[in-house]
Protein backbone atom coordinates (compact mmCIF):
# COMPACT_ATOMS: atom_id res chain seq x y z
CA UNK A 1 0.00 0.00 0.00
CA UNK A 2 2.52 2.05 1.18
CA UNK A 3 4.52 1.50 -2.26
CA UNK A 4 1.45 2.79 -4.22
CA UNK A 5 0.70 5.75 -2.61
CA UNK A 6 4.14 6.44 -3.25
CA UNK A 7 4.00 5.82 -7.05
CA UNK A 8 0.95 7.96 -7.12
CA UNK A 9 2.73 11.20 -5.12
CA UNK A 10 5.26 11.14 -7.36
CA UNK A 11 2.95 11.17 -10.80
CA UNK A 12 0.54 14.22 -9.48
CA UNK A 13 4.15 15.69 -9.10
CA UNK A 14 4.85 14.72 -12.47
CA UNK A 15 1.09 15.74 -13.91
CA UNK A 16 1.51 19.08 -11.99
CA UNK A 17 5.08 19.40 -13.08
CA UNK A 18 4.43 19.24 -17.00
CA UNK A 19 0.88 21.33 -16.48
CA UNK A 20 3.31 24.42 -15.07
CA UNK A 21 5.58 23.38 -17.82
CA UNK A 22 3.17 23.78 -20.50
CA UNK A 23 2.28 26.95 -19.58
CA UNK A 24 5.53 28.36 -21.35
CA UNK A 25 4.47 26.83 -24.49
CA UNK A 26 1.52 29.24 -24.99
CA UNK A 27 0.62 29.92 -29.01
CA UNK A 28 0.19 33.02 -30.46
CA UNK A 29 -3.38 34.51 -30.33
CA UNK A 30 -2.91 37.71 -31.64
CA UNK A 31 -5.88 37.86 -34.60
CA UNK A 32 -4.47 38.84 -38.06
CA UNK A 33 -5.83 42.26 -38.74
CA UNK A 34 -8.72 42.48 -41.07
CA UNK A 35 -9.51 44.25 -44.15
CA UNK A 36 -12.93 45.40 -44.10
CA UNK A 37 -13.08 45.98 -48.12
CA UNK A 38 -11.85 41.97 -47.99
CA UNK A 39 -14.57 40.66 -45.73
CA UNK A 40 -17.31 38.81 -46.81
CA UNK A 41 -20.06 41.08 -45.16
CA UNK A 42 -18.56 43.78 -47.65
CA UNK A 43 -18.76 41.81 -50.93
CA UNK A 44 -22.11 39.62 -50.35
CA UNK A 45 -25.53 40.78 -50.25
CA UNK A 46 -25.99 39.51 -46.25
CA UNK A 47 -29.07 40.39 -44.59
CA UNK A 48 -28.76 41.94 -40.55
CA UNK A 49 -30.07 38.27 -39.73
CA UNK A 50 -27.54 35.54 -41.56
CA UNK A 51 -24.87 37.76 -40.32
CA UNK A 52 -25.82 37.34 -36.89
CA UNK A 53 -26.03 33.66 -37.47
CA UNK A 54 -22.41 33.76 -38.92
CA UNK A 55 -21.29 36.03 -36.23
CA UNK A 56 -22.69 34.05 -33.34
CA UNK A 57 -21.77 30.09 -34.86
CA UNK A 58 -19.19 30.39 -36.80
CA UNK A 59 -16.50 33.58 -36.83
CA UNK A 60 -14.67 32.48 -34.10
CA UNK A 61 -12.74 29.84 -36.06
CA UNK A 62 -13.69 31.25 -39.64
CA UNK A 63 -12.41 34.99 -39.41
CA UNK A 64 -9.98 36.76 -38.71
CA UNK A 65 -12.44 38.61 -35.44
CA UNK A 66 -11.71 35.41 -32.74
CA UNK A 67 -13.30 36.02 -29.58
CA UNK A 68 -10.32 33.95 -27.47
CA UNK A 69 -11.99 32.29 -24.68
CA UNK A 70 -10.55 32.43 -21.19
CA UNK A 71 -8.98 28.64 -20.97
CA UNK A 72 -6.87 29.45 -24.51
CA UNK A 73 -4.69 31.06 -21.90
CA UNK A 74 -3.99 27.83 -20.62
CA UNK A 75 -2.32 24.74 -22.26
CA UNK A 76 -3.03 22.60 -23.50
CA UNK A 77 -6.33 23.83 -24.30
CA UNK A 78 -4.52 26.28 -25.75
CA UNK A 79 -2.76 23.94 -28.39
CA UNK A 80 -5.84 22.27 -29.20
CA UNK A 81 -7.67 26.04 -29.64
CA UNK A 82 -5.28 27.35 -31.40
CA UNK A 83 -5.21 24.10 -34.54
CA UNK A 84 -8.64 24.82 -34.84
CA UNK A 85 -8.94 28.15 -35.55
CA UNK A 86 -5.72 27.69 -38.32
CA UNK A 87 -7.70 24.92 -39.60
CA UNK A 88 -10.92 26.27 -39.98
CA UNK A 89 -9.38 30.21 -41.40
CA UNK A 90 -7.13 27.61 -43.87
CA UNK A 91 -10.41 26.43 -45.02
CA UNK A 92 -12.85 29.39 -44.91
CA UNK A 93 -11.92 32.85 -43.57
CA UNK A 94 -14.28 35.95 -43.93
CA UNK A 95 -12.14 38.39 -43.57
CA UNK A 96 -10.04 36.87 -46.50
CA UNK A 97 -13.37 36.44 -48.72
CA UNK A 98 -12.32 38.98 -51.41
CA UNK A 99 -8.71 36.94 -51.45
CA UNK A 100 -10.86 34.13 -52.93
CA UNK A 101 -11.23 33.55 -57.15
CA UNK A 102 -15.09 33.19 -58.42
CA UNK A 103 -14.99 29.44 -58.26
CA UNK A 104 -13.68 28.97 -54.57
CA UNK A 105 -16.09 31.42 -53.48
CA UNK A 106 -19.00 29.43 -55.09
CA UNK A 107 -17.51 26.24 -53.40
CA UNK A 108 -17.20 27.66 -50.26
CA UNK A 109 -21.25 28.80 -50.32
CA UNK A 110 -22.11 25.36 -51.52
CA UNK A 111 -19.73 23.83 -48.67
CA UNK A 112 -21.36 26.23 -46.00
CA UNK A 113 -24.96 25.32 -46.48
CA UNK A 114 -23.68 21.38 -46.75
CA UNK A 115 -21.67 21.45 -43.74
CA UNK A 116 -24.23 23.24 -41.41
CA UNK A 117 -26.98 20.70 -42.70
CA UNK A 118 -25.11 17.35 -42.28
CA UNK A 119 -24.34 18.88 -38.65
CA UNK A 120 -20.73 19.09 -39.15
CA UNK A 121 -20.58 22.57 -38.55
CA UNK A 122 -20.11 24.15 -36.17
CA UNK A 123 -17.49 21.59 -34.62
CA UNK A 124 -19.44 19.86 -32.27
CA UNK A 125 -16.31 19.87 -29.73
CA UNK A 126 -17.04 24.32 -29.76
CA UNK A 127 -20.92 23.80 -28.68
CA UNK A 128 -20.49 22.78 -25.02
CA UNK A 129 -18.97 25.80 -24.02
CA UNK A 130 -20.30 28.33 -26.71
CA UNK A 131 -24.63 26.93 -26.35
CA UNK A 132 -25.55 30.27 -28.26
CA UNK A 133 -23.73 28.88 -31.34
CA UNK A 134 -26.16 25.84 -31.76
CA UNK A 135 -28.24 26.10 -35.10
CA UNK A 136 -31.64 25.70 -35.35
CA UNK A 137 -33.39 24.34 -37.98
CA UNK A 138 -34.70 28.17 -39.01
CA UNK A 139 -30.57 28.64 -38.75
CA UNK A 140 -29.88 26.28 -40.96
CA UNK A 141 -32.72 27.66 -43.38
CA UNK A 142 -31.99 31.07 -42.85
CA UNK A 143 -27.59 29.76 -43.91
CA UNK A 144 -29.13 27.75 -46.69
CA UNK A 145 -31.53 30.36 -48.98
CA UNK A 146 -28.72 32.93 -48.43
CA UNK A 147 -25.80 30.98 -49.77
CA UNK A 148 -27.90 29.99 -52.24
CA UNK A 149 -28.86 32.70 -53.87
CA UNK A 150 -25.65 34.00 -52.89
CA UNK A 151 -24.06 31.47 -55.36
CA UNK A 152 -25.54 32.53 -57.93
CA UNK A 153 -25.00 35.47 -58.38
CA UNK A 154 -20.51 36.02 -57.11
CA UNK A 155 -18.92 38.10 -59.81
CA UNK A 156 -16.00 36.83 -61.90
CA UNK A 157 -13.54 39.50 -59.52
CA UNK A 158 -15.06 41.70 -57.00
CA UNK A 159 -14.24 44.96 -56.44
CA UNK A 160 -11.26 44.33 -54.07
CA UNK A 161 -9.66 42.33 -56.37
CA UNK A 162 -9.62 44.59 -59.17
CA UNK A 163 -7.33 47.61 -58.14
CA UNK A 164 -4.70 46.42 -55.63
C1 LIG B 1 -14.65 25.58 -33.27
C2 LIG B 1 -14.24 26.01 -34.58
C3 LIG B 1 -15.24 26.03 -35.72
C4 LIG B 1 -16.50 26.59 -35.74
C5 LIG B 1 -17.22 27.29 -34.63
C6 LIG B 1 -16.97 26.42 -37.09
N1 LIG B 1 -16.04 25.76 -37.85
FE1 LIG B 1 -16.18 25.29 -39.80
N2 LIG B 1 -14.37 24.35 -39.74
C7 LIG B 1 -13.56 24.27 -38.63
C8 LIG B 1 -12.41 23.45 -38.93
C9 LIG B 1 -11.29 23.11 -37.96
C10 LIG B 1 -12.55 23.05 -40.28
C11 LIG B 1 -11.60 22.19 -41.10
C12 LIG B 1 -11.59 20.78 -40.71
C13 LIG B 1 -12.87 20.08 -40.95
O1 LIG B 1 -13.40 20.14 -42.08
O2 LIG B 1 -13.38 19.44 -40.01
C14 LIG B 1 -13.79 23.63 -40.75
C15 LIG B 1 -14.29 23.47 -42.02
C16 LIG B 1 -15.39 24.13 -42.53
C17 LIG B 1 -15.81 24.12 -43.88
C18 LIG B 1 -15.19 23.27 -44.95
C19 LIG B 1 -14.51 24.07 -45.99
C20 LIG B 1 -14.23 23.20 -47.18
O3 LIG B 1 -14.13 23.78 -48.23
O4 LIG B 1 -14.14 21.96 -47.06
C21 LIG B 1 -16.91 24.91 -43.99
C22 LIG B 1 -17.69 25.26 -45.24
C23 LIG B 1 -17.21 25.40 -42.67
N3 LIG B 1 -16.27 24.91 -41.79
C24 LIG B 1 -18.28 26.21 -42.36
C25 LIG B 1 -18.63 26.58 -41.07
C26 LIG B 1 -19.84 27.30 -40.74
C27 LIG B 1 -20.87 27.77 -41.76
C28 LIG B 1 -19.84 27.47 -39.39
C29 LIG B 1 -20.90 28.12 -38.55
C30 LIG B 1 -22.24 27.65 -38.70
C31 LIG B 1 -18.61 26.86 -38.88
N4 LIG B 1 -17.92 26.31 -39.92
C32 LIG B 1 -18.22 26.85 -37.54
C33 LIG B 1 -13.79 24.88 -37.42
C34 LIG B 1 -14.97 25.51 -37.04
Known amino acids: MGRVKKVLKWSLVVVALLFVGAQFYRPDRTNPPVDERKTMRANTQMTPEVAAVLQRSCKDCHSSETAWPWYSNVSPASWFLKNHVEDGRRQLSFSEWATYPKRKRERKLHEMCEQVESGEMPLKTYLP ?5 KLSDEDRRLICDWTKQE ?5 ETLPAQGGD
Do not use: D, I, V
Open 129 to 133: LHPSA
Open 151 to 155: EERQP
